[in-house]
């Protein structure tokens, strides 16, 4: 089992920045891809951002040149750094780790 713990969420205005932080632990073998996911009021969760094994990112179009995925195996922590931020990007994000384990979610709030 994979534990994943969230932090990092709040409340912003528009155009500020908020850092994601998820910690992976338990029974973890190796390098293991990472991402996150949002899940917005009414909508379905969706991916926001991706980190593999070897280190590459994908990122969803809506977030391209704002948001910073990055990695530390080390400490099988993944991080997502947010950037002009917009009232779009309001929701709960989501720590995923190897396709398979979530994490409890943390809200996010961009205000106008």
């Known amino acids: 089992q994979v534990q994943l713990v969230e932090s990092g969420g709040g409340l912003v205005q528009a155009g500020g920045s908020l850092r994601l932080s998820c910690a992976a632990s338990g029974t973890i073998f190796g390098i293991n891809a990472m991402g996150w996911y949002r899940q917005a009021p009414g909508k379905q969760r969706e991916l926001v951002a991706h980190i593999s094994s070897v280190g590459s990112t994908n990122y969803a179009d809506s977030v391209k040149g704002r948001f910073t995925i990055s990695t530390d195996y080390a400490k099988n922590t993944v991080y997502l750094q947010m950037n002009s931020l917009k009232p779009e990007d309001t929701a709960v994000y989501y720590c995923?780790?190897?396709?398979?384990?979530w994490g409890q979610g943390t809200q996010v709030t961009v205000s106008s």
């Open positions: 995923n780790f190897n396709g398979k384990y």
